[in-house]
């Protein structure tokens, strides 16, 4: 909504396209087919749904159901950890 922008975002000429990641790439995803069902997360696999809920968003969670689903989705983002900190450990 054009209101909500234009109160939520500086107005320039340099910053002409800013929506809030998060809402809007749900709602790209609930046209696409793929927004995670976070209720049925909940039931199934509660590890699961606490890091959806309170982690990180990540590109991974649209890729759990839907079109183009990929299975390794659920270890890439219980495991972002272990690859984010992988470049800092010491040899």
């Known amino acids: 909504d ?5 109160s939520r975002y500086y107005a320039s000429k340099r910053h002409t396209i800013q929506v809030a990641y998060i809402p809007y790439m749900d709602l790209l995803a609930s046209y696409v087919g793929c927004k995670p069902n976070l209720f049925r997360i909940a039931v199934t ?14 590109s991974y969670q649209y890729r759990l159901t839907g079109p183009n689903q990929w299975i390794g989705a659920r270890d890439a983002l219980l495991n972002y950890k272990q690859r984010f900190m992988a470049p800092f450990k010491h040899e």
């Open 2 to 6: 054009t209101k909500t922008v234009k």
């Open 45 to 58: 696999d509660v590890k699961l749904w606490s890091h959806l809920i309170f982690g990180p968003s990540m």
